[in-house]
């Protein structure tokens, strides 16, 4: 599989990364997925501390043991919550990264993290403390890169002010194009995007429409209504099948600008992670195919958090 670089570091990831959110609770089927997915090429496993508080954590640590070498592995840091209490809190402090990250090191069983990103962000929070602590995880090798995981514009711009990331984690697909309107401020610092969602939801695959959730049959998805998506994905589709599947061109759409490093699809099933990896090997899009989705599809911007 193809590889690029996450901005000026010197990790090169595959272009299909595995978002290892869906991998589930069951440890022998998630550590089958991981597994898959090195054999089939990719090199790159975003994980965070929240996902199952911990549990996701400890299964990619598990299935890359002996294999640290081959692997870039993600994670990230900033909701904390308290064992025996429900949900989580926003912590960006620099005491507590610097103590979340052994307990991330411990679980993940390694002594470094590849990329380590903050994952949210608000543009209240102590930023220049916050870079502080990534800047000494750094300096002190337990990380090797940091990065963010926000889709604030606001937070966004402060941090490629005043830090050293090398990555912004956001939602992008051809039915997400919000973060189109940071490409050139990102490109221009040399930050690269990891773009997770990027078959939003299910509704960029093969899958019918009518297998959606009920919420989007009822409230539609970001921009568009469930009667405008009943219009317009027979249309996306009818164009993909002339060259790839539906799955492949919402992937190659993302992967078009090269200020994307890597699409970190999600696969809670062996046969989900095939068809990720089939679609980074179908062809790129042409540039007319690129204009021809863009002209059919929302160029949104976010409203908020400006």
Same mark, same amino acid.
């Given at each position: 599989m193809k590889k690029r670089r996450i901005g000026s570091s010197d990790l090169y990831v595959s272009e299909i990364g595995l978002g290892c959110m869906s991998l589930g609770t069951e440890e022998n089927k998630a550590i089958? &997925?991981?597994?898959? $997915? #090195? *054999?089939?090429?990719?090199?790159?496993?975003? /994980?965070?501390?929240?996902?199952?508080? !911990?549990?996701n954590e400890e299964f990619v640590g598990k299935a890359i043991k002996g294999k640290r070498d081959q692997v870039i592995v993600a994670t990230k840091v900033g909701n904390r919550w308290e064992e025996g209490k429900d949900g989580w809190f926003w912590d960006p402090s620099k005491a507590y990264i610097k103590k979340e990250v052994k307990e991330s090191l411990r679980r993940l069983?390694?002594?470094?993290?590849d990329l380590y990103q903050l994952h949210g962000g608000t543009i209240d929070d102590p930023i220049d403390e916050t870079i502080e602590a990534f800047e000494e995880l750094k300096q002190e090798g337990v990380i090797r890169y940091y !990065?963010? @995981?926000? &889709?604030?514009? +606001?937070?966004?711009?402060?941090? =490629? %002010?005043? @830090?050293n990331i090398v990555s912004v984690m956001m939602q992008y697909s051809l039915l997400d194009r919000r973060p189109e309107e940071l490409f050139p401020l990102l490109r221009e610092h040399q930050i690269s995007v990891i773009a997770r969602g990027p078959v939003a939801k299910g509704l960029l695959t093969e899958r019918p #429409? *009518?297998?959606?959730?009920?919420?989007? %049959?009822? +409230?539609?998805? #970001?921009?568009?209504?469930?009667e405008e998506l009943k219009t317009l994905l027979p249309t996306l589709k009818e164009r993909a099948a002339k060259n790839r599947s539906f799955t492949a061109t919402a992937l190659q759409?993302?992967?078009?600008?090269?200020? =994307? $490093?890597? =699409?970190i699809p999600g696969?809670?099933? =062996?046969?989900?992670? $095939? *068809?990720?990896?089939?679609? $980074?090997?179908?062809?790129?899009? /042409?540039? *007319?195919?690129y204009e021809w989705l863009k002209q059919h599809t929302k160029s949104s911007i976010y409203e908020l958090h400006r």
């Amino acid at each position: 599989m193809k590889k690029r670089r996450i901005g000026s570091s010197d990790l090169y990831v595959s272009e299909i990364g595995l978002g290892c959110m869906s991998l589930g609770t069951e440890e022998n089927k998630a550590i089958r &997925i991981i597994h898959e $997915a #090195l *054999e089939r090429g990719i090199n790159y496993l975003d /994980t965070a501390d929240l996902y199952d508080r !911990g549990l996701n954590e400890e299964f990619v640590g598990k299935a890359i043991k002996g294999k640290r070498d081959q692997v870039i592995v993600a994670t990230k840091v900033g909701n904390r919550w308290e064992e025996g209490k429900d949900g989580w809190f926003w912590d960006p402090s620099k005491a507590y990264i610097k103590k979340e990250v052994k307990e991330s090191l411990r679980r993940l069983q390694t002594d470094y993290i590849d990329l380590y990103q903050l994952h949210g962000g608000t543009i209240d929070d102590p930023i220049d403390e916050t870079i502080e602590a990534f800047e000494e995880l750094k300096q002190e090798g337990v990380i090797r890169y940091y !990065g963010i @995981s926000s &889709i604030r514009p +606001n937070v966004i711009r402060e941090y =490629v %002010k005043r @830090s050293n990331i090398v990555s912004v984690m956001m939602q992008y697909s051809l039915l997400d194009r919000r973060p189109e309107e940071l490409f050139p401020l990102l490109r221009e610092h040399q930050i690269s995007v990891i773009a997770r969602g990027p078959v939003a939801k299910g509704l960029l695959t093969e899958r019918p #429409l *009518e297998a959606a959730s009920n919420p989007i %049959k009822e +409230n539609g998805y #970001l921009d568009y209504t469930y009667e405008e998506l009943k219009t317009l994905l027979p249309t996306l589709k009818e164009r993909a099948a002339k060259n790839r599947s539906f799955t492949a061109t919402a992937l190659q759409f993302c992967l078009y600008d090269p200020v =994307v $490093a890597a =699409v970190i699809p999600g696969a809670s099933s =062996v046969e989900q992670l $095939a *068809e990720n990896v089939e679609a $980074a090997s179908s062809p790129s899009l /042409t540039a *007319e195919e690129y204009e021809w989705l863009k002209q059919h599809t929302k160029s949104s911007i976010y409203e908020l958090h400006r």
